[in-house]
């Protein structure tokens, strides 16, 4: 019988053999770490070779177009830190510190020189039939149901695909089943916005990387000459 002998690597492939390991431990390591880093950093349009889309528009005068006014109003009105309170309040508008999803909406309307109350109003006071959820103008500017509708009417309506990120802009308004945000100038690692937007009492009012993990129902964007 053959006498078969397995000869051991030498000393200097057993260290080769060691390095190349510990290099690929560490550079996965590296990858990973990257990978978490990259979540969480925070990109802008031109960090995807695109520019932000302005509104034509600046109905309040004030230099800066609609858009850029309504992210930076909504942005204002979380920054104040409301507690989420669903109620009913007389007027129509909720007290100071508290509010919900749809408040955040308004408020970047009037940032912009909207009444967005004045202007759901009349909507439904003339189109009745097509709203689903008014009630009295003390709370239907505050429905989800009832911003779908106007928005669905008064604004462009986009896609609900993320293929594109281009397709996603500041100031586009976003709704969810039973909830309501704005676009941020913010973006994630693959070019979609953060919204700013009101949650719950948990999560508050907040600007976050959030948009893929709720199930979108409609996407917008207001131009005030729009009729659908």
Not at 58 to 63: I, Q
Not at 64 to 78: H, K, L, Q, S
Not at 119 to 140: F, G, T
Not at 157 to 174: A, K, N, Q, R, Y
């Amino acid at each position: 019988m053959m006498d078969i002998t397995i000869k051991k690597p030498a000393g200097k492939y057993k260290i080769l053999l060691i390095f190349l390991l510990l290099s690929a431990v560490v550079l996965s390591a590296c990858f990973a770490a990257y990978k978490i880093t990259d979540n969480t950093r925070v990109h802008y349009a031109a960090d995807f070779g695109f520019d932000d889309l302005t509104s034509p528009y600046d109905a309040d005068g004030d230099g800066t177009d609609d858009f850029t006014d309504m992210v930076e109003g909504a942005r204002a009105y979380i920054a104040t830190d409301p507690e989420y309170v669903s109620g009913y309040y007389a007027g129509g508008y909720p007290d100071e510190g508290e509010g919900v999803c749809t408040d955040v909406i308004w408020h970047a309307f009037e940032a912009a020189g909207y009444c967005l109350k004045d202007m759901v109003d009349a909507d439904i006071k003339a189109n009745k039939e097509l709203y689903p959820d008014h009630a009295d103008s003390n709370i239907d500017f505050r429905r989800v149901r009832n911003l779908l509708v106007f928005f669905q009417r008064h604004a462009e309506e986009l896609t609900v695909s993320f293929t594109d990120p281009e397709d996603w802009m500041p100031g586009d308004i976003v709704i969810f089943d039973g909830h309501i945000a704005i676009c941020s100038d913010k973006r994630n690692s693959q070019g979609i916005p953060y919204l700013i937007h009101h949650g719950n009492n948990v999560t508050r009012a907040h600007e976050g990387n959030d948009m893929k993990y709720m199930g979108i129902v409609a996407h917008f964007r207001y131009y005030p000459e729009t009729v659908n």
